[in-house]
């Protein structure tokens, strides 16, 4: 079942597995880690080229690794490996809580590929996420999930932004990673640039927003193709990022709460949108 077994976290190539902890060495590499049963899971469906295949990417698990205990318990990971042509080792407790960027690991890891796109490989989009300065990879792996529920058709991560392949950031996308077209690197101009050619309006999520989403909803102006930028988790966007967008939208708050965090705030704009541009 396995192609090879690891009892030791001295082993050459575990330290090389390791490394991928680093961004430095994910860069180098163009590869990353993907930690837990669903990730694993959906990262071996995208590489088969499974419904949620990135438009124009090409994904592939390189390597599983796992226990003894996860091999039993996710058989069907296993099989869908061995389909797919993945090797798959067996490892220690030991080796996998050193591969593992978790306090309770759950016994499975796969080396996957960059799953990234050119911006320009985009095409045709209706709904786009632009990640500006964004840099807690929690909040960025819940946005691109939400992104993936709402139909989004791409996240962009700017060169301002955390980087998608960040362990906590992949484990927060719950998989959807690899569900659609992600772009990173890119500054927000040339994003907004990008949206604009696309005839997408650009809206700046801000809380301070002269506008509010409902009055942009029904004025019809989240009927068409729309970009929706979103900004720093303290100190939100820019005023020369603002300037860029068609204006900042703000999230109205009918209680008494001061403001919404940045993922709560996304899922609203999001679904809003996927909400009107359906009914439109």
Known sequence: MASHEFTSIRSPRIKGVRRLAKRTFRQRERRFLAEGP?????????????????????????????????????????????AAGVPTHRVSLDVMSELAQTVTPQGVIAVCEFVDVPLDDLGDVRLVVVLSH???????????????????????????????YNGKCVRASAGSLFHLPVVVGVPVAR???????????????????????????????????????FGNEAWGLPEDVVTLTDGAVSVPIYGGAESLNLATAAAVCLYTTARQQRRS
């Open 38 to 82: 669903q990730a694993v899971r959906e990262a071996l469906t995208a590489s088969d080229g499974g419904d949620g295949r990135p438009h124009g990417a090409a994904p592939g698990v390189v390597e599983v690794y796992a226990t003894a205990e996860a091999m039993q318990r996710h058989i069907d990971l296993v099989d869908a490996a061995r």
């Open 134 to 164: 964004v840099r807690d990879p929690g909040n960025a792996g819940t946005v691109l999930r939400t992104a993936d529920a709402a139909g989004a058709d791409a996240v962009i991560f700017t060169d301002a932004s955390v980087d998608p």
């Open 191 to 229: 994003a907004v640039d990008f949206l604009r050619g696309a005839g997408a309006r650009v809206w700046a999520a801000d809380g301070g927003g002269p506008r509010d989403l409902h009055g942009v909803a029904d004025d019809g102006d989240l009927d068409g193709p729309v970009g929706w930028v």
